[in-house]
């Protein structure tokens, strides 16, 4: 991510009524319930949504943002005690874990395709080492072969709304396509606009993200040393097709 589209708090108040609990927080906190779950990393943790409810008695949960806004919100969350919050990426797991002591990691809200170019490969590698043999990865990903951001169009995005500092019109701008051919994945970068209707304020904010098939991410975990398990099309295991929003991906450690 080349900006941090929530370091202003005015727009980071607004992550959660933009992006509810949902199915996803269900299939969560399904996976976390599988046995021997005890120790999990939400990577990628944002405002702590649905941090704070993967927490119990006899779990430790760790939750890493690299937006330190992001991780205001969570620790401010009802609940926020029962986490440990850390700033950072996946760069910070080595010096704050040993290896093989984390029963599962969770990429929620499509981390995943914030992490880019060698980043992704370094985030494979580093969550691999603090799995157990046998601990998981679990993380969702938009599909590339049904092109979503051909709709994410200024004149299809666009809106205005209320806000706590008046009201806030919002659209987005592709800037750059690259890749999509062959049948491979990509790279899209866009340019999200916030104004501020009351002072005039526009803030841009400019994020690249990656779309991966299914065959690169098999490939990429792998040479991680993590072994899928399953790639569904939705959050009820439903069968991955061309046309499916998500690729929903949960990967084992290998040995």
Not at 180 to 188: A, K, P
């Amino acid at each position: 991510m080349t900006d941090d589209p929530f370091g202003d708090p005015r727009l980071a108040a607004l992550y959660d009524a933009d992006n509810p609990a949902g199915e996803d927080h269900d299939y969560f906190r399904r996976t976390a319930g599988r046995a021997g779950v005890r120790r999990i990393v939400d990577l990628g943790c944002g405002t702590g949504l649905l941090t704070v409810t993967l927490a119990g008695p006899d779990r430790t949960v760790l939750g890493i943002d690299p937006s330190r806004t992001m991780l205001d919100l969570a620790k401010a969350r009802p609940g926020h005690d029962q986490v440990i919050w850390q700033y950072g990426d996946a760069s910070v797991l080595d010096a704050l874990l040993h290896p093989g002591s984390v029963d599962l990691v969770i990429m929620s809200g499509n981390t995943a395709q914030h992490i880019v170019g060698a980043d992704w490969h370094r985030t494979l590698r580093s969550v691999a080492r603090v799995l157990r043999p046998g601990g998981v990865l679990t993380f969702e990903t938009r599909n590339p072969t049904a092109r979503a951001w051909e709709s994410w169009s200024a004149e299809n995005t666009m809106a205005t709304r209320d806000t706590d500092h008046g009201p806030l019109t919002e659209w987005l701008e592709i800037t750059a396509v690259t890749g999509f051919d062959d049948g491979n994945g990509g790279q899209l970068t866009f340019a999200a606009h916030n104004v501020f209707e009351a002072t005039g304020e526009h803030v841009v904010f400019t994020t690249v993200l990656a779309f991966r098939t299914r065959t690169e991410l098999t490939a990429d975990l792998a040479d991680a040393g993590l072994r899928i398990e399953s790639i569904a099309g939705g959050w009820r295991n439903e069968p991955l097709t061309d046309t499916s929003r998500l690729l929903v991906v949960t990967a084992t450690r290998s040995g």
